[in-house]
């Protein structure tokens, strides 16, 4: 076993001897909210939002892309689970605006190993064992943040299976300061449908 795992293990251990009253927490979440953000270790959602267990659900990848899966997930949540509010969140510093399809595509053409850095460029230090499968994927990547967050919002405002009530909110997180900057241009394209949303309620 491993050291890592061991720690894992322990640390559930721990975690399970205190469980207590966390078992009867329902699975529709307290606050009604979604949350897609990114999955870079830097940013724990539950501590900059204010989140306790139960409270909401948070769907996270690389980059907290508006991807297939992600759409998938936050219907799910409002559909069979109730949220009627959304946030995408992207953040300062995201390594999503470090790489390209292209590059990701190369990497991947010439080992499955990891990448690292070399003055600013990714370069594989693998050997051998590649593949070509990766140029079917689109990464997803990033070239400006603001753009990525009002173009995620946009494509889930305007998917066929989310509702017109549903307001979907648009920010970037600074992970140099832990503060929340919303994208006026991402909650405007988000808006919910006003009337939509009078006659639900």
């Known amino acids: 076993m491993s050291q ?14 205190t469980f207590g009253q966390r078992s009867k927490l329902p699975s529709t979440p307290a606050r009604r909210i979604a949350v897609l953000t990114c999955m870079d270790a830097r940013m724990d959602p539950a501590k900059f ?5 139960g409270d909401a659900h ?3 990848n690389a980059g907290g892309r508006a991807s297939d899966d992600a759409i998938r997930s936050l219907v799910i949540s409002y559909k069979l689970l109730g949220t009627q509010e959304w946030f995408v969140i992207h953040h300062t510093g995201c390594g999503m605006l470090t790489f390209t399809n292209d590059i990701m595509h190369d990497l991947l053409s010439k080992s499955l190993e990891t990448a690292v850095i070399e003055n600013g460029e990714w ?79």
């Open 123 to 201: 370069k594989d230090v693998g050997i051998g064992g590649g593949s070509l499968a990766g140029q079917h994927i689109d990464w997803l990547t990033i070239d400006d943040l603001e753009k990525s967050i009002v173009a995620d919002v946009t494509r889930i405002r305007t998917h066929p299976l989310v509702p017109a009530t549903i307001p979907i909110y648009g920010y970037i997180y600074d992970v140099a300061t832990g503060k929340l900057r919303e994208v006026p241009e991402a909650t405007r394209a988000g808006e919910a449908d006003a009337q939509a949303r009078a006659a639900k309620n």
């Open 58 to 60: 948070v769907i996270r």
């Open 4 to 17: 890592t795992l061991n720690d894992v293990l322990s640390s559930n251990e721990a975690y399970a001897e």
């Open 49 to 53: 939002l204010g989140l306790a267990e």
